[in-house]
């Protein structure tokens, strides 16, 4: 995922307990190597998927659940592998969503970019109904 190991850190995200990975961009192997990480981790942080088969995917939920872990899809659910309605298997766990709603700073052309309005949703499979939820983060 593109997430930044100093923002990670701002947010409370304890850095000696992540890890970042590139996996393979192949279909199989990118399966493969996120079933391993789920052996080791309760969480895992998953950007967009290259497109594997629905077998692959069903294996990997398996993992998941049989390891009581998460899969949390970030800025990306179009891009889970299978992601048709008619597939009962494709939602992911959880999936965030974080749009940018509006800016707060420019006055009449001028000045500085302060804060911004973030519309985060979430939704999934474990996530209950989709919901969303307004923010203000510093600029």
């Known amino acids: ?46 950007g967009a998927a290259p497109s594997i088969s629905p077998t ?6 398996a993992r998941v659940q049989a390891r009581r872990a998460l899969l949390v899809l970030v800025d990306g659910a179009a891009a889970w592998p299978g992601a048709r309605p008619a597939a009962p298997w494709a939602p992911p766990d959880l999936a965030l969503r974080a749009t940018t709603r509006s800016w707060e700073g420019l006055e009449h052309g001028a000045g500085h970019l302060r804060r ?24």
Do not use: C, K, N, Y
């Open 1 to 46: 995922p593109s997430l930044g190991a100093q923002a990670a850190a701002e947010q409370g995200v304890a850095l000696e307990r992540t890890i970042f990975v590139h996996p393979p961009a192949a279909g199989a192997e990118w399966a493969a190597s996120l079933a391993a990480l789920v052996e080791g981790f309760d969480v895992a942080l998953v």
């Open 56 to 61: 692959h995917v069903r294996r990997l939920q």
């Open 116 to 139: 911004r309005q973030i519309a985060l949703r979430v939704e999934g499979r474990r996530a209950g109904p989709p919901r969303e939820h307004l923010v203000w983060r510093p600029s």
